[in-house]
């Protein structure tokens, strides 16, 4: 593997004042490690502390420059103890981090910041962006919340807490708000199951030692947010149905639901993450203990395990040169994995009312209400000029990208489906059922993202009954399109266009008006 372009010289001598070393958790990090690393490249002192891997992390982090340890997977507070205590560090103030984890500018700069003005504090609860379908869930993941992440190594240790870990120190911990960022799935949905299984099995085996030590009502709000975080879960796997209130608290209280996809399914995954250390809670509550579970260790296995289950019979009857041999399968993860929202939180507001309100206004105004449904298309921030007539069936999806030029005419249930902007030139027709189509998606990427490309109709068109105009196409200057034509590239002005896809036939000839 090459190592990533050499900036290191020019970022560490910016920093050269800021003496901190980092420690870097591991296991089997071979995909995230190189992003992780290059977001270090500030620092003069950085360790890779690996727990066995098995994969390419350690020669990886080697060849990047980082001084690699390994030590046997314990407990997070013991493995952040141990490099305390075991790994040479250059500098006395440390900076933890997980491979999954990246600096940003913004945050190196506040160290150094902070550093200079707190010499004194213990350590520093640091909070963290999760990442997740590229999307920052700021509500889904409850920022901000906190971790003891910087922090002097004289004056600190670790000790375990359920999948995590609690400090041990007799100084100060402060606080610095410039986060890091957590991309918790960059290894994929079966990592952050596997993952989650163990966390929970440590979840419950803490919260089930801690049963007979119940905190006092005034834990649950006291101001110290790490500790009011700890004292309501160590409540809340008591209560019934607890995993559903989890996740209607995050969805509607904490608003996910404003976060699209990603926070929806963000939502969904810690009510998972609920039930399973609820479920263990009351295994352990009844002296039972748990089966062992092997996972398998990687594509293969997994592909291999799932066609079993589809098909017993065929399984059953391979020989063991087709058991041993992977399938044929040039699409692992399938065509779609869907992108964030591409539209701003205004933008939502604005398409809610629209079509909570606007809409319904607009489609049982009189039939020849025009100057009516002008004036509320201005109101949603459509350009709408004089003499401008759309039939009340008329569906407009985004009303702020619509641009119509004098006495333009919009038939019955023609659509003007503004994901890009629809600019229609003065005097224009689009005739009944007619369909203009500002948006698509890029097929070629797996994120399948939204394509909001505009659609420009020039003056005195006439785009006929039940036509079709993709996005990014212009049609010119008294251009016609053809009823039931659909048109994918520009047309010529002063042409008459037929046919799917639309082709010119003959010029447009206009008579002069007869008295």
């Known amino acids: 593997m090459n190592p990533p372009p050499d900036t290191s010289s020019k970022t560490k001598a910016e920093h050269a004042g800021l003496c901190v070393s980092i420690v870097i958790l591991t296991l089997n990090e071979e995909i995230n490690i190189e992003p992780c690393l290059a977001s270090c490249q500030w620092c003069d002192d950085v360790h890779i502390l690996d727990s066995g891997s098995q994969d390419q992390t350690q020669t990886i ?180 149905l607890w995993p559903w209130i989890r996740w209607c608290y995050t969805m509607f209280i904490v608003g996910a639901v404003l976060e699209g996809r990603p926070g929806w399914t963000y939502a969904r995954l810690m009510a998972i993450y609920e039930q399973m250390t609820q479920l263990k809670v009351r295994v352990l509550t009844r002296g039972e203990s ?11 296995e997994i592909f291999d395990a799932q066609d079993r289950l589809a098909s017993p019979a065929a399984s059953s009857t391979s ?33 809610a009312i629209w079509m909570l309100v606007g809409r319904p206004i607009f489609r049982l105004s009189f039939h020849n209400w025009y100057g009516f449904r002008r004036q509320l298309l201005r109101f949603f921030g459509a350009k709408v000029a004089r003499g401008v007539r759309l039939r009340p069936s008329v569906n407009i999806e985004v009303p702020w990208n619509i641009i119509l030029e004098e006495d333009v005419t919009v038939g019955d249930q023609a659509i003007l489906y503004s994901l890009g902007t629809i600019h229609i030139g003065a005097r224009t027709i689009v005739s009944q059922y007619a369909h203009l189509c500002a948006g698509t998606h890029d097929h070629t990427d797996r994120r399948f993202p939204l394509i909001r490309d505009p659609i420009h109709i020039e003056s005195d068109a006439w785009i006929g009954a039940d036509a079709y105009v993709g996005p990014n196409v212009t049609v010119g200057r008294l251009s016609v399109l053809g009823a039931r034509s659909s048109a994918y590239k520009d047309l010529e002005p002063q042409m008459v266009y037929v046919g799917n896809p639309a082709k010119p036939i003959k010029s447009r000839e206009l008579h002069e008006a007869h008295s």
């Open 61 to 240: 982090a080697q060849e990047l420059g980082a001084t690699v340890h390994t030590h046997p997977f314990e407990s997070f507070g013991k493995q952040r103890s141990w490099a305390i205590d075991n790994i040479d560090l250059k500098h006395n103030w440390v900076f933890h981090l997980d491979a999954d984890e990246r600096f940003t500018p913004e945050l190196v700069n506040a160290i150094d910041t902070l550093l200079k003005s707190n010499p004194e504090q213990a350590g520093f609860h640091v909070p963290s962006k999760l990442m997740f379908m590229g999307k920052w869930l700021k509500r889904a993941g409850g920022y901000p919340t906190y971790q003891v992440r910087l922090f002097h190594k004289k004056r600190m240790r670790f000790t375990d807490y359920g999948h995590g870990q609690r400090e041990q120190t007799t100084g100060t911990i402060g606080v610095l708000d410039e986060p890091y960022l957590h991309h918790s799935f960059a290894k994929g949905l079966y990592d952050w199951f596997d993952k989650h299984n163990r966390y929970s099995s440590l979840e419950a085996f803490e919260l089930v030692s801690r049963r007979d030590k119940k905190r006092p009502l005034s834990s649950l709000f006291i101001t110290d947010p790490i500790a009011r975080r700890r004292a309501w879960k160590e409540t809340a796997y008591r209560v019934p």
């Open 290 to 300: 748990f089966e062992t579970d092997q996972l398998p260790q990687n594509k293969t």
């Open 319 to 351: 020989t063991p040169a087709q058991s041993n041999s992977p399938p044929d399968r040039t699409d692992e993860l399938g065509q779609l994995l869907p992108e964030s929202s591409p539209w701003t939180f205004k933008e939502k507001v604005g398409r």
